[in-house]
């Protein structure tokens, strides 16, 4: 089994990333874990004076997985951790893909809750095939689905367990950056965590599981400083 890193975009002011996941299982299986933004970032970034997510059309999913010989068609799993505009931008790229999805995030999403509605047009697309997933649950041996609301309802991180790396935790947007000193009971909140009671709940369910389980890797969801020591695809995690 082998774990990529992939960067899908950048914020060039803060340093942090957008990235994706692709965890290879070696019968043909390709997990990608979220799309990053969408093209039509990448118009958006080419306008003068833009700030923020800077996008290239280098950084899309399909080009990001095409550099390592994945194409769209051969991912069979999408695990949809949340329908942020910056993880859920090219669902639509994968039509062949199982989506797979927490019951209540994608409720929540499709009754009408305006964080969702940008990127409403590729969640909410007839041509794709969706699992709905009710809390933590085994994708695969060895691939485990967490659930961790709070940033939003039924956001989902990912707990991979690779043979010679051992356990690594994808924290996605429950953790978006490295704890530090503080603990999920004092943490900052980010500025798009919907549920403070609920982000700390999941955090702490995240801490706890990382010491239960012995991880050796946490992959905070943007965390600039972390960025620079991870491996990027096209290297990889064994
Ligand atoms: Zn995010």
Known sequence: MRLYIMQLGINPAAGSPYP???????????????????????????QPGHQGA?????????????????????ITHLVATHFD????????AFPRAEIVVQRRHYETAKSGHPRFAGTREQWDDPRL????????????????????SGHVPGHQSVLVRLPKTGPV???????????????????PMGPYDLDEAGTRASTRKLVDLAAREG???????HDPEEWKKLKKAPEFYA
């Open 85 to 92: 505009g910056d993880h859920a931008g090219c669902l639509t």
């Open 20 to 46: 994706g996941y692709l965890i290879q299982v070696g019968d043909g299986t390709n997990v990608l874990v979220d799309t990053g933004f969408g093209p039509k970032m990448v118009e958006v970034s080419r």
């Open 129 to 148: 095939r969706y699992r709905l997933v009710d809390g933590d649950t085994t994708l695969l041996p060895g691939i485990e689905l967490i659930e961790t």
């Open 215 to 221: 991880v050796k890797l946490i992959v905070y969801g």
């Open 169 to 187: 935790l994808l924290a996605i947007d429950a953790i978006a950056r490295a704890l530090g000193d503080h603990t999920p009971e004092t943490r």
């Open 54 to 74: 800077r996008i290239t059309e280098d950084d899309l999913v399909v080009n990001q997985l095409a550099r390592i010989g994945v194409r769209p068609e051969d």
